[in-house]
């Protein structure tokens, strides 16, 4: 992402949200962007989307979804508007 982007996260499941950016943190020595959220559902999944400058991905497509399994923790490492 360009410099001064700003990148979050948009979903299903509190406490995301489809109405209000979760912002991301940059981390400058990964170079990636990071986001820790606590999900409490009795859902498989969640269903989320990256924003960055106020731009959603996949604008007309189908949203990601992330797949909850028996561990207490999963990871997500994705680009943004890529599947």
Do not use: C
């Amino acid at each position: 992402m360009p410099p001064g982007s700003t990148v979050a996260v948009r979903g299903t499941n509190k406490p995301l949200s489809w109405q209000q950016d979760s912002p991301m943190q940059y981390d400058s020595i990964a170079g990636h962007y990071t986001l820790t959220v606590e999900i409490a559902t009795g859902f498989r999944f969640t269903e989320y989307k990256y924003v960055v400058n106020g731009v959603f991905e996949f604008l007309d497509d189908e949203s990601r979804k992330a797949m909850f399994n028996e561990q207490e923790k999963i990871a997500l490492a994705d680009t943004f508007n890529t599947r």
